[in-house]
């Protein structure tokens, strides 16, 4: 008798785009994890968007409790998550019901069969079962029944009770590593790392992995396996990162480059919470992490280890941002290095905790009392965190002021490929220390460098430099207290003009146009891998368009205007309510469009494309 099994082919492909989806307890972000680093260990270029609820439990079986988890990986450069996942993994109605709408046409959905019972149909809202109604027809339906293989798998690990279905997420992800042709070994070594102190979850996980991996080789639904070759990456070795990560390694760069002591302190809040676990792990290298009772406290203990001579940080997110408003003057007043990291996220209040904004950028520039100027930078991708970390400290610590860096949601959670850098080559940014009184014999900590306006920087306790500093104003040159009207003026003057003159000191913008080109579209932050892949799309259906991204902000570079005058229209997408495009009008009298998103979400590049297009029809 023939053989009737099919034959199984490989199907090369250039890039795809997985989304696992699940209850928030199911491990989606585990899963997606996992599947992003054997990702990387093959080869490939990618990009992630991890997205789950703000409650830590939300309810089992519900729209709101779904948690998800999607990575784009490519055999080329690519620079988003993806706008529409290929593949949707969902473990159960209420993951399915969420993500279809942004499932590919023709997409592929592989189903947790098993949870489609009618308590959970109800839970998402169906009043039909989808896998028996007709409406997934267009699609590809993969029923897996996920929970019963893992009771199966796991029943000889010693795992009983609710912990047997635990490993179910494992399951999923065997599948799909079976499918997209990744290699097991570096997933089941993390496995038996990850959990070597509990070898009874160890054994389970390992089990449940690898059914799903044998699933997918006797199962005879599939009649294709996918391979995505290894990308043409840069010489070098290379890392999968996230931004919370890269902007921790950043900050440890930074205090080695300074030749500085490094404090990190912070109150716990997401989605900044990350920085203080990564840094906590370095102290080998002279850095030392403080969590502080509260947000207040946290930026009282940087400034404090600042004044001490140390390479104060502090960092947050938009709510405590808020708080820290006071002492951020006080830093100004003081004229004291001071790193302050905020990891926008969707407000006002606590918001979207979870998801993804750029509505801090005004409250960064002026959320201060009185005339208070700092400068701002922002981080563009999880890989441009590193050096903005570092380029941030050179101007704290030349200018003797503190520093505001935007980071988000979407860049301190999402993961990319990183080219790690020859610390050999680090910039030298240390400042010397005021080490005694002027030759008159008196020590004078407002006497200013003529060309930067810095003060001097004086460890307290140093023989001779004994001085006072505080909230209020200083006389010029002694630091001494002082009301006098003049006095105020001239100071608040000069440190707007040391901040002003910082613009001499920073690149200036650097512009990709087409030839001819009459729209540029100016971005910031995280809106960068959007904006690149929207441009380069609309040039291949015949745009010419020139892009720019500032990651100086407050001050702009001195080319700024020029830029923005040579072109007849102005783009500014933002994930807030236009706060770079009403600045640009204000400072520049240029007609900048802005473009406006504020779901959690960052752009899709169609959406950027579109408007390209739209903007440059004839």
């Known amino acids: 008798m023939p053989d ?24 989606m972000q585990l899963a997606g994890a996992r599947f992003t680093d054997a990702s990387a260990i093959f080869g490939n270029d990618l990009a992630t968007l991890p997205s789950y609820p703000a409650e830590i439990r939300a309810p089992a079986g519900t729209i709101a409790g779904v948690s998800s988890f999607q990575v784009h990986i490519a055999d ?21 019901r969420a993500n279809l709408a942004d499932l590919a046409p023709a997409g592929t959905i592989v189903v947790n069969r098993d949870a489609f019972d009618e308590r959970n149909l109800e839970r998402a809202g169906y009043t ?55 290699p097991l070994e570096p997933t089941l070594e993390w496995i038996k790392a990850t959990f070597a102190k509990d070898e009874a979850v160890m054994r389970a996980n390992e089990a449940a992995l690898r059914a799903g991996y044998n699933f997918g080789l006797n199962t005879e639904q599939f009649r294709h396996t996918y391979q995505v070759r290894p990308a043409k990456l840069k010489p070098g070795v290379h890392a999968n990162v996230t931004g919370n990560q890269t902007v921790a390694w950043g900050l440890v760069a930074a205090a080695q480059a300074a030749r500085l002591p490094l404090l990190y302190s912070s109150y716990p809040i997401t989605p900044a919470s990350d920085i203080l676990h990564e840094l906590s792990r370095y102290q080998r290298l002279g850095v030392r992490t403080f969590q502080a009772e509260d947000e207040i406290a946290a930026i009282g203990v940087a400034l404090g280890a600042s004044f001490g001579g140390n390479l104060g940080v502090t960092g947050t997110s938009g709510p405590g941002l808020a708080l820290k408003s006071e002492t951020m003057s006080l830093a100004v007043m003081t004229e004291l290095p001071l790193l302050i990291i905020d990891v926008q996220r969707g407000g006002p209040s606590t918001g979207l905790p979870t998801k993804t904004e750029q509505a801090d950028l005004l409250m960064a520039l002026y959320g201060r009392h009185g005339e208070a100027p700092l400068p701002v930078l922002a981080i563009a991708s999880p890989g441009d965190a590193f050096g903005t970390m570092i380029e941030a400290a050179r101007i704290a610590l030349k200018y003797m002021t503190p520093v505001i860096v935007l980071s988000d949601g979407y860049i301190a959670n999402s993961a990319e490929p990183w080219l790690l850098p020859n610390l050999d080559a680090l910039p030298d940014i240390s400042v010397p220390f005021v080490t005694g009184p002027n030759s008159d014999g008196k020590f004078m900590p407002y006497l200013r460098d003529a060309q930067t306006l810095a003060r001097g920087w004086a460890v307290p306790g140093t023989p ?5 500093v505080g909230g209020l104003e200083k006389e010029d040159v002694t630091g001494a207290v002082s009301y006098t009207p003049a006095n105020h003026e001239k100071m608040v003057l000069l440190r707007e003009r040391k901040i002003a003159g910082i613009a001499d000191d920073i690149p200036a913008v650097v512009v990709d146009a087409d030839e001819g080109a009459d729209l540029l579209v100016v971005g910031w932050g995280s809106t960068y891998p959007a904006i690149s892949a929207g441009v ?33 229209q102005v783009l500014v997408p933002e994930l807030n309510r236009g706060h770079l495009a009403r600045l640009l009008r204000a400072e520049f009298l240029v007609d900048a ?11 899709k590049t169609f959406e950027i494309e579109e408007k390209i297009v739209e903007m440059t029809r004839p």
């Open 76 to 96: 080329s450069d690519i620079l988003t998550p993806g706008d529409n996942p290929d593949v949707l993994v969902a473990m159960n109605p209420a993951a399915l």
């Open 128 to 182: 039909t079962n989808p896998l028996r109604d007709g409406s997934l027809r267009g699609y590809t339906v993969i029923e897996v029944p996920m929970e019963e293989m893992t009771r199966e798998a796991v029943k000889d690990t010693g795992i009983t009770g609710r912990g047997v279905l635990r490993s179910k997420n494992f399951f999923a992800l065997g599948l799909m590593i079976w499918m997209f042709s990744r």
């Open 464 to 468: 001779g430099l004994e001085h006072r």
């Open 4 to 27: 009737e099994t099919p034959t199984l082919e490989q199907e090369s492909v250039d890039h795809v785009r997985i989304r696992f989806a699940g209850d928030s307890g199911d491990g």
């Open 593 to 603: 469009i802005g473009m406006s998103k504020v779901q959690g979400m960052p752009f």
């Open 536 to 568: 380069r799309q609309a040039r291949g259906r015949g745009a010419k368009v020139a892009r720019a991204h500032l990651r100086h902000l407050n001050p702009f570079p001195r080319n700024l205007g020029e830029v923005l005058r040579r072109y007849r």
